[in-house]
């Protein structure tokens, strides 16, 4: 059975940081995409980052680079979000997914096959 776990989410001060992880089992996720996604209160899921199968490229939402940062891990099955100087619009539950079948992934939803749970992150101002 295909799981995504995510942890790292919390309350953090405007400015401050918090390191996301996500961490896939049930299958080798190691030559696919993953990405993490945001739902704010209220609002409809949105992309965040993405990153593709050997780490060599990743996309940004506009409204984090230069803040955020994803990465995977060495076994290429976890991927990281560092989100830094996070700012009380960041506040959303934070999702992580993988594409089953693609090495690299855009910004839409419906390319991703596996998703987690979500982890909240708030910001307070």
């Known amino acids: 059975q295909v799981q995504l776990v995510e942890s790292g989410g919390g309350l953090v001060q405007a400015g401050g940081s918090l390191r996301l992880s996500c961490t896939a089992s049930?299958?080798?996720?190691?030559?696919?995409?993953m990405a993490w996604f945001r739902q704010a209160p209220g609002k409809e899921r949105e992309f965040v980052a993405v990153i593709s199968w050997n780490g060599g490229s990743t996309n940004y939402a506009d409204s984090v680079k230069g803040r955020f940062t994803i990465s995977r891990g060495n076994a290429r099955n976890t991927v990281y979000l560092q989100m830094n100087s996070l700012k009380p619009e960041d506040t959303a539950v934070y999702y992580c997914?993988?594409?089953?079948?693609?090495?690299?992934?855009?910004?839409?939803?419906?390319?991703?096959?596996?998703w987690g749970q979500g982890t909240q992150v708030t910001v307070s101002s």
């Open positions: 997914a993988t594409a089953g079948s693609r090495h690299y992934g855009g910004g839409g939803s419906d390319e991703y096959d596996y």
């Open positions: 049930g299958r080798t996720f190691s030559s696919y995409a």
